[in-house]
């Protein structure tokens, strides 16, 4: 049992809140001073804190509270009574040193879920602490955002069935590691689970690579030798850049979908195989299938549940537990004694728009730790030192530079068509009209931009 560890600093402890923690699997110090507070939380590891003002301390204790309180590695709640936060001293004290605060009269579960949380951000920005990123992950996929979990239950949904899966995703995204999730969770996770990367294998060699060949199927066939599909067998396919499948491969890879048998190249039996298809692309597919690149009635049939990967910028506070494992996976590779990032380098990660995704990440975190010179990986050592600290973005303008940002995209691809970029931006002409009138925005033309001309007064409808 990992108990997590509570330091309640009160002068009347109530038996009641330290009951309610024991409960809950937390082990609970009650102690009176922040001196005692510094003497608990010694022994390093993460630990809630519960300050409680409402019962009084004496005033030298009060004063003493400012260095009991920056214990680093405790994350302090703090119990006050109505009005006390009227107290200057008081309320910088807990401005500065508390995540949240509770005024009495309190049910014990809003203290519990505040200190819960004061608990789970220590663990956070404490050293990588395995145990505790773990719980939030899906197979090897470490994910606690939104976006994340609703993709772990669609995991846990489509690995009950055995229809094939799509799975859609910028590069780096994780599409493999989510294929291989569905397939340890499915039915068929005793059988292997066989990869094939469409891309990296030469156009004359898909035929043979995915359904075998026999001995003396052609020049240099000195033995038989079984395809990749075979080889799944009774498992788990999982045919990744699918779009990059040449054309006459995508007939034989039809047929057999239809068929469940294949032929070995110069084979003449044909033989039954049993697996389960799951696919990925980091490419649209619908423009390869407009331009005859890539067959419709393929795409139909792999396409049946598809799952969509979000990007890494789109995640939330999942960079810095993704940063975090990373570490501590290459900190143990590297035999180096780091203590995780600085506050620079998580504000850079949550700012940087990561093109590659996890991918590039883990590329980043690998060399900051071969490259860092102090404890600490800095915002330098990823090479994000450009994206630091620059003045923090207000909603509306970032939603504004969004907004202008799409807008440009859908009129330079539509060559200044209003209608056919509004259609692609989701919205009407009379809205695209009224958001470039209020961003003062310019018609795309070839030479660059050149002001809109007004086709209607203000304000009316055209
Ligand atoms: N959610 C995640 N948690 C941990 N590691 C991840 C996650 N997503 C991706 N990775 C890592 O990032 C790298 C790229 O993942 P991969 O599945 O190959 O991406 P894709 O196939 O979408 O390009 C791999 O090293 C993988 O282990
Ligand atoms: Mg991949």
Same mark, same amino acid.
């Given at each position: ?62 004063? @003493? ?40 009269? !309190? ?32 197979g090897e ?35 493999e590691l989510t294929a291989a999730a569905i397939h340890r +969770? ?7 689970f ?16 995915? !359904?075998?060949?026999? +001995?003396? @199927? ?20 999982f ?16 047929? !057999? ?140 303008? @970032? ?34 009209? +009224? ?28």
């Open positions: 049992m990992n108990l997590r560890r509570l330091i309640y600093l009160s002068a009347k402890p109530s038996t009641e809140l330290c009951q309610y923690f024991e409960e809950r699997d937390w082990d609970v110090k009650a102690v009176r001073s922040s001196k005692d507070a510094r003497k608990a939380a010694e022994d390093a590891g993460a630990a809630g804190g519960l300050l409680d003002l409402a019962a009084g301390l004496p005033s030298h204790e009060i004063e @003493a509270l400012e260095t009991g309180l920056s214990i680093p590695n405790v994350g302090w709640v703090a119990i006050v009574s109505p009005g006390q936060l009227g107290d200057a001293t008081l309320r910088r004290l807990v401005r500065d040193y508390c995540s949240d605060y509770v005024t009495v009269p !309190f049910i014990p579960e809003r203290v519990g879920r505040a200190v819960g949380h004061a608990h789970g951000m220590v663990a956070l920005s404490g050293p990588p602490r395995e145990d505790f990123i773990h719980s939030f992950a899906e996929m470490i994910g606690a955002c939104e976006s994340m979990l609703a993709m772990f239950r669609s995991i846990k949904k489509v690995a009950s069935t055995d229809a094939p899966v799509f799975i859609a995703g910028e590069s780096g995204t994780g599409k +969770r499915s039915s068929r996770r005793n059988f292997p066989v990869p094939i990367n469409c891309g990296a294998i030469s156009r004359d060699l898909v035929q043979s690579e995915l !359904f075998g060949y026999e +001995r003396g @199927a052609f020049t240099g066939a000195t033995q038989r030798r079984i395809g990749r599909v075979e080889a799944a067998g009774g498992g788990t396919l045919l990744d850049e699918i779009g990059d499948l040449p054309i006459d491969s995508q007939a034989s890879l039809l047929r !057999f979908l239809q068929e469940r048998k294949i032929e070995r190249l110069g084979g003449h039996e044909s033989i039954d195989v049993d697996v389960r298809i799951i696919s990925a692309t980091h490419v649209d597919l619908e423009p390869a299938i407009a331009e005859g690149r890539f067959r419709q009635d393929l795409y139909h049939r792999l396409c049946v549940l598809r799952i969509v990967e979000p990007p890494l910028r789109e995640r939330g506070n999942d960079i810095e537990l993704l940063a975090l494992h990373l570490l501590s996976h290459f900190r143990k590779e590297a035999g180096r004694r780091l203590h995780g990032f600085s506050p620079d380098a998580m504000d850079a990660m949550l700012r940087y728009t990561w093109p590659g995704n996890v991918r590039e990440l883990g590329n980043r975190v690998r060399r900051a730790v071969v490259m860092t010179e102090g404890r600490l990986i800095t915002a330098k050592d990823l090479e994000l030192d450009h994206v630091a600290g620059q003045a923090p973005v207000l909603l509306n303008s @970032a939603r504004e530079t969004a907004e202008r940002a799409a807008i440009e995209r859908a009129l330079l691809r539509h060559r200044g068509r209003y209608g056919e970029a509004a259609r692609d931006l989701g919205i009407s002409r009379v809205t695209l009209y +009224r958001l470039m009138d209020a961003y003062q925005m310019h018609e795309p033309d070839t030479a660059g931009y050149k002001p809109r001309k007004r086709r209607h007064p203000p304000g009316s409808v055209p």
